[in-house]
């Protein structure tokens, strides 16, 4: 019989996976990485010896139990890392690993992708020295390394505070933090985010930590542009009515998280528009279940809940998915994750009303901009394919390529998507979402398999 | 109710075959309607291959192929738009001397029409197409076969259309279609309602429904031909190609980016399709023989489309043999980007002159009736 498998092995996929062994299924647990943790808990490569106290702060607790149950997994599931899944069809997953492609067809499936940065370009975004905020990130917590020497946070999202305080933490200059998000919307969402005060405890914390050791943090600050020859050398920004700009040698920015849908697109799940992330997503009920009967949604993949919640989730999803197979599962534990899931479901709306979306982005994007940085393609592009009637996001790339590039979209698609909107006076999900297409991510010719 | 919208003719599916003849009617100054259930040009008209060839048509094709030749040789002035299309040269390649055999037979037998094909021996072929794998033994080169992207010149037609006065309708599928004894009469799903003396069918893979309630059904099926992009690549094929027995074809766009086609993929449902994971793995392992030059790099992308197929591989094109005022253009099986524009203005021929320049006869759906007829004159 085919095999249980899991794809993602971050919080949501390592607890899913720990969860079919407690029950006696013994899964494939299927990650791109070299490493499991997933993108918070991203690993340090093997000769790195910082200690995990340094590289994840309070969350250095999570971090080591969640490594330490991947690996108590060992041996009891079938651990595939820097496997990439490229594509999905028919029950099968298709695989890529070490130029070797191999075809793995699944009896259930959970998927567990988890997010990338929400990007939204400004001029000057392309310029060497610019990077996400979770590639700044990475940057620190994988190998160890600074994006650069003065650096400038910009953006919105917990994410911002909490990547500027890991650079200050680990010794690198950080010049400011410009936060989109106006104060007044913070105050405004204290009732929800009170909903987790552990949660917002950290986010206070950290900002109240960045003032302390003289960061200068701005709110309901934007950036207007990044300027450079070679590389980034200052950023121009805006709050109010006032002009400033800040000279830096690298800046990181990103409005919040998207969520990794190609899988379940591919695989044929249906979607539904998100408000809260102003995204389509593939449909699930509160266990995790997709519309199809042998696919289960966990974590950031299926919609921006956290770490925490994708914990959960994940372990929540291996208990539909067991009861699906005919086992009995504490009906106990089932219902005290769905309920913690919806208490942090309305923290998430807090944060969405803290750091809200800056709603003036498209409309101020001036036409020069890149808007798609792999096929080069400017606002001023875009807009012209809307102008001649093309308001749904798959027809405007067929016009002008805007997403057909090496990322396939997952970088600019919902920048695009802000802008074919705006300009065509849809509403936003009336735009549509790209179609997934195979292969999730580049696929070398040459390349060997069983055939 | 919605009020009447009348025309003279009513073309369902806006791809290349119904957008270039709405636009020819439209030029002519046929008041015309276009209905399309999805976008213009985003079938198989808009996420084909590229391939603008003649070479390795069916001889009947060949005088409809070569009208069409020359339109695209006209295209700007036509759409608006050059729509990228490049002759850059069409090499069928061999990889077997029984292949190349049959390329010189090709050769010898479409002489009368213009192709000014010329056979390229293994030695000719490695002299000017150095990049061709070894595996190439000879090759037939057509030096006005080129290629075009099908993403902008299909909706460009149904742009020119409209901009020459048709009434353009997206978004306006499974319409009920009845006929009142005068004119045709199309309810749309979306409430409106159409009144025409002419309806043209050219519903691409879709198209058989409505033959068949007319009378005429055809045995089409849909197939749905695999396509692969890679990253931007320097510049290396200066000439696009095909692979005589079938095989990967490939064709280089300005960009860089290497396009390629090989094998069959499946249906996601009606009007959808996927290429498939094993004709990606297929292309990727055996691209490489044919175009070494390939080797390490990587695809970015694959798709595929929904083209109907009838079991000779000929279009129908052409008159009802059953309900005057209807006509038939659809079932190109994965060649019918090339020669669309011809049988657009071959259909409106038949509206406005009552027969076309070219000859049509071998592609009428009577083809398909011989033994409906025998049966029912018993
Ligand atoms: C760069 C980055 C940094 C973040 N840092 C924080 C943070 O510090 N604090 C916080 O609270 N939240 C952070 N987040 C949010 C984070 O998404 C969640 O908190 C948490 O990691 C979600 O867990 P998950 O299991 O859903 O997904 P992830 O942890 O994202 O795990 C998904 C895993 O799936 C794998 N994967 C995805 N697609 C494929 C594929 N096609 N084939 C094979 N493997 C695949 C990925 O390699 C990844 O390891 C960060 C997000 C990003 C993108
Ligand atoms: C992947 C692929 C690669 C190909 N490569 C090449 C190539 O290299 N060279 C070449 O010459 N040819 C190629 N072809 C074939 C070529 O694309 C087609 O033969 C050609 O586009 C057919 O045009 P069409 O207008 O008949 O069909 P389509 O483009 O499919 O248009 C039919 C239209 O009718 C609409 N429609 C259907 N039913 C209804 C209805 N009831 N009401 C209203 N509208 C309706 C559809 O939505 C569609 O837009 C390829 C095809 C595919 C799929």
Redesign the interface.
Known sequence: MSAVVIVGAGPAGIRAAQTLVEHGVHPVLIDEASQGGGQIYRRQPANFTRPARQLYGFEARKASALHQTLDALAGQIDYRPGTLVWNAEHGALDTLRDGHAAHLPYQRLIIATGATDRVLPVPGWTLPGVYTLGAAQIALKHQGCAIGERVLFCGSGPLLYLVAYQYAKAGAKVLGVLDSAPFSAQCRALPELLEQPATLGKGLYYRAWLSAHGVPVHQGATLERIEGGQQVQRAVWRKGDQLHDTECDALAFAHALRSETQLADLLGCAFEWSTLNRAWLPRRDQAGRSSEHDVYLAGDGAGIMGADAAEMAGERAALALLQDLGQTVDPQRCRTLEKRLTRIGRFREGLEAAFPFPEHWAEQAPDDLVVCRCEEISVGELRAVVGEGHWEINRAKAHCRVGMGRCQGRMCGAAAAEIIAHCSGKALHEVGRLRAQAPIKPLPFGVEHDA | MSPWIESEVIVMGAGIVGASAALALARRGHSVTLLERG?CG?QSS?VNYGGVRRQGRSLAQLPLSQRAHQIWGELPALIGIDGEYLRSGHLKLARSEADFVALQGYEAASRDHGLDLQLLDRAALRARYPWVGEIAVGASYCADDGHANP??VS?AFA?AARQQGARVIEQAGDSRVEHDGQRFILHTQSGLRLRAPWLLNCAGAWAADLAAQFGEPVPMESGHPAMLV??PLPWVMNASTGVEGGGIYARQVARGNCVLGGGRG?A?DAQRA????SA??AI??N??ELYPF??????????SGTEGYLPDHEPVIGASTTQPGLLHGFGFAGAGFQIGPAVGEALAELVCDGASRQPIEAFSIRRFQVRHDLASNH
Not at chain 2, 274 to 277: A, K, L, T, V, Y
Not at chain 2, 295 to 300: F, K, N, S, V
């Open positions: 976008f985003a808009g993403r902008l909706p742009r890679t990253e499946f996601l996927r290429p498939g994971q990606v793995l990727l392992r691209a490489v390939l080797a390490g790099t990587q695809a970015i992308r694959t798709w």
